[in-house]
């Protein structure tokens, strides 16, 4: 995921610093600002309400995982006692396969969510600072990762805690 989150990070820096590379042709003056990607990221409002409907509809499908789990250990419990009846084996078996596909199921869906997830979230977020670039009149933002695209950035540049403050409120409705 981390990974995965760098590269969406390298990719939200490069779009933002082209779009405001191309909007700097049409103006005389420069103003440049930067912001800290991961913390505008963490402090999205929209990826808090995202992670927390994904925790909880991840919890609903590991509780399935829990109980077949469960339900196996029982079984391999009674079967170390006493040799299973074909049948009973068999049946083992069939649940071992299915809690197998349901493990695999569960990872894939966790994955492909988490990426979905993540690339609502930059798309949101790409939107909103653009559009608080064009509202402050900035001719650049700049994204400051851990990745190193930009290394340093002046305290008095860093327009972090503006920017997340109007994607928050843009996210909520309120820069209307």
Known sequence: MNSRFLSIGITFSIVISLVAFAFSFSRNEV????????????????????????????????KTLDSLSFHLQTLNQQYSSKTPSEAELN???ILQQKFLYEKQMFEEYNEQTIANSNNQIIDQMTQYI???????????????????????????????????????????????
């Open 31 to 62: 103003k440049v600002g930067h912001v800290d990607i991961k913390k505008v990221f963490d402090s999205f409002d929209m990826k808090k309400e995202l992670e927390a409907n994904l925790e909880s509809n991840l919890l609903n499908k590991r």
């Open 91 to 93: 049946a083992y078996q």
């Open 130 to 176: 653009k559009d608080f670039a064009a509202k402050e009149d900035f001719t650049y933002i700049l994204g400051i990762n851990e990745d190193g695209n930009i290394l340093y950035g002046d305290k008095t540049l860093d327009v972090t805690d503006q920017a997340i403050q109007f994607i928050n409120n843009s996210y909520q409705g309120k820069n209307d």
